[in-house]
């Protein structure tokens, strides 16, 4: 029987689920657990994602919530062989160096995406470098996100962006709604590239930077690249893990 903490979202579902399931098992503090179950939805796995990188401990998400990718179906009972079976996945983050005016520095982690978003009515103006080099010396758009794999079917998703396989080595860099270059679609990326984001016309045309939801805003030049050094792991129950989930994705028509 491994040492659990479970943590839910405010969610009545969630609640409900920590209730009934703190009455069949002992609820231990984190600094104590072997594994952390997380009650909610994907924005509540990602704060615990965040919170508990540091202890490494491993996480397994019950859907409790409106948007459940990173989450096993719920179903309480079990749940310590569930547990032992389970498939494990290892995500590396996406660090965030955002820039802003007066050569202030930024830096954040994101395990989704990090994007850069219009402030204003306006229109965003960026320059896009791959690795020092300028690849497009002008995109004008609503923004740009850079996504990991397990990111890629989130807010990359709904931008058009592709679907990217969780064990590929590649990040998907995906503009949004953009307006010149019209027909641009973005790139598929090594993970080992450094993706530059430099901020024409700040005056005019504001634009924040987010990483997951760390908000800078008023960026003149944000720097991303992934972080094979820091890690989480996250636990998928056999019939429902996230390779099988990102596979259905791609051939889902609705």
């Not at 820039?99 to 520095?105: A, D, F, P, S, V």
């Not at 923004?143 to 990359?156: C, D, E, K, Q």
């Not at 307006?179 to 590239?193: E, H, I, K, S, V």
Request: glycine share 6%.
């Amino acid at each position: 029987m491994p040492n659990i903490c479970f943590l839910a979202s405010p969610a009545d579902e969630a609640q409900a689920a920590l209730r009934e399931l703190t009455q069949w098992y002992s609820n231990k503090s984190a600094d104590e657990a072997d594994v952390i179950v997380a009650l909610g939805g994907d924005g509540f796995m990602l704060e615990v994602l965040h919170q508990h990188r540091p202890k490494s401990t491993p996480v397994y998400g019950i859907h409790c919530g409106s948007v459940g990718f990173l989450m096993n179906e719920l179903c309480l009972e079990k749940l310590p062989e569930r547990l032992e079976k389970a498939h494990r996945i290892t995500l590396h983050p996406l660090v965030m160096e955002a820039e802003t005016e007066g050569k202030k520095r930024h830096k954040a982690i994101a395990f989704n995406e990090v994007s850069l978003l219009r402030q204003s009515r306006q229109a965003a103006k960026l320059q896009i470098a791959i690795n020092g080099v300028i690849r497009l010396g002008e995109l004008i758009c609503d923004g740009a996100l850079v996504a990991t794999p397990a990111g890629s079917t989130a807010y990359n998703l709904s931008a058009h962006g592709p679907i990217v396989p969780i064990e590929s080595d590649l990040l998907a860099l995906t503009p949004i709604s953009a307006f010149r270059p019209r027909r641009w679609r973005g790139a598929l990326l090594p993970n080992t590239d450094h993706i530059t984001f430099t901020v024409l016309e700040t005056d005019k045309r504001p634009v924040s930077a987010v990483a997951d939801f760390t908000e800078i805003r008023d960026v003149t030049r944000v720097n991303i690249y992934q972080d094979k050094n820091q890690s989480v792991t996250i636990l998928f129950d056999e019939d429902h893990h996230l390779n099988e989930r990102i596979l259905r994705e791609q051939f889902f028509a609705g």
